[in-house]
C-alpha cells in the first residue's frame, strides 16, 4: 500500500470517528483511564526514584551504619528475642574499627532516643517554641562521615566540645527559622529539653523526604553531652567510612570481622549487630514503588482490556453498517489486504486517540501533583512513547478480529446487503 493510499485510508477512519463522536468517545475511555493510570504513576515513581537516588548520594555513597537492630525498625515493632537480647554497641568500638580496619576512614558513634513516646524533644527561646525535633548526640568527626548534616553557618562540634561536654549545639535551618525568624541564630542561648545551649552552628537546609522531618529538625550535641542528660538511654549506633583508594566491599566484611572478634561472636553465630549502607533506603523503597507498579499494571489492564473491548465492538458495528460500502470498494478493484488495513486504520487510530488524550490527562494530573503536593512527579519521553505504543498496540490487537472479518467478506454478498 502506497503512502498515499495510507493517509487516504487515514482521512476516511477519521471521518468515521467525527461522525460518530459520542460512540467513540465511550468506546476509548478504557483506553483513556488505562493510559492515564500508568502516565500518572509512572511519572510519581520515575520523580521520587530521582528524588530517593539524590537523598541516599547525599547521605554518602562510602558510608555504613552500623546498629544492634536492624535499620528501618520502629519503635512500635516487635522483634524477635534473639535480636532484643543483644549486646549494646559501644561508643568506643568506633575507635577500635578507626585503628583495626585499615580501609576506614572515619568512624563515629552515635545515639538518639528511639522510644518517642519516653518524653519529646522540645527547644525554645523567647516566646518561639520547637516540639517537632530529634535531638542526637555525635562526635565531631559525625559531619564530615555524613555529608547530609553540612554546616551552612557558625561551626560543627568540635574535639573540646566533646572532650567537656560542653552545651552546645548545632541546629537545623528549620529549627534556626522558627526560634530566629529576624536575627542570627549563632552565639544564642536556648533551652534544649530544659536545659540551656549556645547555638555553634547552623545545618544546610534540608527539608527531608516530602518535605518533612529532615536535617531542617535536627539539634545536635556532643554526644558525651547528651549520654550526661540522658543517662537512661543506652542504644549507640556506629558509623563509617570508607576510604576512596579502599574496596568497598572488603573494608566492609574486615569491619564485620574486626566488630565480631570484638565482641566475642563465635565463628558459626550470626553477627549480634547490622550493617547497612544507605542503599537499604533505595532497597526499602523499591519494595513499595514495585507493589505500586504491580497495583497500577493491574488497574491499567483492566482498563485498556475494557477499551479494547469497545473499540472491537465499535470495528464489528462498523463493518456490519459499512458491509455495501466494502462490496462496492472490491467491486471496483479492492484487495483484501486495502480493506484489511482501512478498518486496521480506523481501529488504531481510534485507540491512538484515546492514547494520547490518556497522556495528556496523566501529564495534566502529575504536573498538578508536583506543584500541589510536593511530589517531585517527572513524565519522561519514554513514559510517553510507551503510552503511546500501548494504545496503538490495543488498536491492532483488539481491531484486527474486525479488520480481517470485513477484507473476507464476499463482495456479491456485500452488494445485496441492506
Known sequence: MTRSEIRENLIVAL??????KVRSALTILGIVIGVTS????AAIIDGLNAYIKARVESMG???FFITRIPPGTTPNTRLPQKIRTRKYLEISD???????VPGIDIAVAFAQRIDFGAGQDKMTYGGELVDRMVVRGTQPEYSAALPLFSVAQGRYISPYDEEHARDVVVIGNGIANTLFPHSDPIGKTVRLNGRLYEVIGVFTKDEGLFAAFGVD??????????????????EV???FTVRDDADIGTVRDEAIETLRRRRHVPHNAENDFDVADPSFLTDLWNQVTGAMAI???VIGSIGLLVGGIGVMNIMLISVTERTGEIGVRKAIGARKADIRVQFLLEAVTLSGVGGVIGIAIGAAISFTVRMLAGIPASLSPFWVALGVAISVGVGVLFGYYPANRAANLDPIVCLRYE
Request: hydrophobic residues 40%.
Open 295 to 297: 497495583l497500577t499494571g
Open 15 to 20: 471521518d468515521t470517528l467525527r461522525s460518530r
Open 38 to 41: 500508568v502516565i500518572c504513576v
Open 237 to 239: 549506633f556506629l558509623l
Open 217 to 234: 529538625m535536627f539539634a545536635c550535641v556532643p554526644l558525651s553531652n547528651f549520654h550526661k542528660n540522658n543517662p537512661s538511654v543506652r
Open 61 to 63: 555513597s562510602r558510608s
Open 94 to 100: 568506633a575507635h577500635y574499627l578507626k585503628e583495626n
